[in-house]
């Protein structure tokens, strides 16, 4: 994978804790930046963190699924690209609040990184540098959701529908590009 793709990846499995963090901001009545902060850590912090399970996990079972490890990735970033896409129509209303405490945040965090775990078994498959895409992971991961809380204290629920679209977008874009390299049909 590319610098590019890793970043196009961190930018999409970002968009999860980017909505959550816009919901946060929607609830304060004034913007604080030391909860801002503290969302962008716990979100940084876990989607980091997940893939570097996953990129473990991957490795420990390589030898069993090396000859369809690009249909692995690429079933995989569908269903998590999907699932973002089909939330970004959905009108659930969230009845979050702005409690950054550890509970609260645990909880969001652990729930948003899920697919990093998936993403980074395929990382272990597709030989990517795992420091350096667990280091833009986080960043990105912290960075965007400290301006999603200003975002949502300012701008309202507006934007959160539509990043859960991109990031969808993003990530089943990158799965077919995977697949479409290994099968020889696009080479980059």
Not at 12 to 36: E, H, P, T, Y
Not at 142 to 166: C, M, Q
């Amino acid at each position: 994978m590319s610098i590019t793709e890793i970043v196009l990846l961190s930018i999409g499995l970002a968009m999860d804790a980017f909505a959550v963090s816009i919901c946060k901001g929607i609830q304060m009545k004034k913007m604080n930046w030391r909860k801002a902060i503290i969302i962008g850590l716990w979100f940084g912090g876990f989607q980091a963190l997940m893939p570097t399970i996953g990129y473990f996990l991957g490795t420990t079972f390589e030898s069993v699924v090396t000859s369809i490890d690009h249909w692995i990735a690429f079933a995989l970033l569908e269903i998590i690209g999907g699932n973002m896409l089909k939330e970004s129509f959905s009108n659930e209303e969230d009845d979050g609040n702005d409690d950054v405490g550890v509970k609260t945040m645990f909880f969001l965090a652990v729930a948003t990184s899920i697919d990093a775990l998936a993403v980074g078994i395929t990382f272990a498959f597709l030989k990517v540098n795992l420091l350096l895409a667990i280091s833009l992971i986080g960043v990105i991961s912290f960075i965007l959701p400290v301006f999603g809380t200003k975002i949502g204290n300012r701008f309202g629920d507006k934007y959160k529908s539509k990043a859960e679209f991109v990031g969808g977008m993003i990530l089943v874009l990158l799965g077919i590009k995977i697949l479409l390299e290994h099968l020889g049909v696009i080479s980059f």
